[in-house]
Nanobody, 126 residues
Framework: QVQLVESGGGLVQAGGSLRLSCAAS????????VGWFRQAPGKEREFVAA????????YYTDSVKGRFTISRDNAKNTVYLQMSSLKPEDTAVYYC???????????????????WGQGTQVTVSS
């Protein structure tokens, strides 16, 4: 399995931007689709965005479409989540997760299964 480390979170005002990074090690990163998930206080972890192994196709949950952009640089073994026009409801711990099958990343069970890293805290103030 590939090991992932999230970074880039912080405190930002509403309307601001942040870029999260998900750095991978261990296996051939380009063999893995990657997803970003988030968990707000008192809520379950939810899917945010995903990208295929090649980076050609991306997916987003409706609440972030047009504001967030997921991308990857396989040469750097890193996936990014560019977040713009941030809202207080985007406040959460953000996690990345990888699987060789994009359908598994996007599936309804992924957010609450498997192993997860420490995540990175994103706080959006109003």
């Amino acid at each position: 399995q590939v090991q992932l480390v999230e970074s880039g979170g912080g405190l930002v005002q509403a309307g601001g931007s942040l870029r999260l990074s998900c750095a991978a090690s261990g296996r051939t990163f380009s063999n893995y689709a990657v997803g970003w998930f988030r968990q707000a206080p008192g809520k379950e972890r939810e899917f945010v965005a995903a990208i295929t192994r090649s980076g050609i196709t991306t997916y987003y949950t409706d609440s972030v479409k047009g504001r967030f952009t997921i991308s990857r640089d396989n040469a750097k073994n890193t996936v990014y989540l560019q977040m713009s026009s941030l809202k207080p409801e985007d406040t959460a711990v953000y996690y990345c997760n990888a699987d060789q099958n994009i359908a598994t990343i996007r599936g309804p069970l992924r957010a609450n299964s498997g192993s997860w890293g420490q995540g990175t805290q994103v706080t959006v103030s109003s």
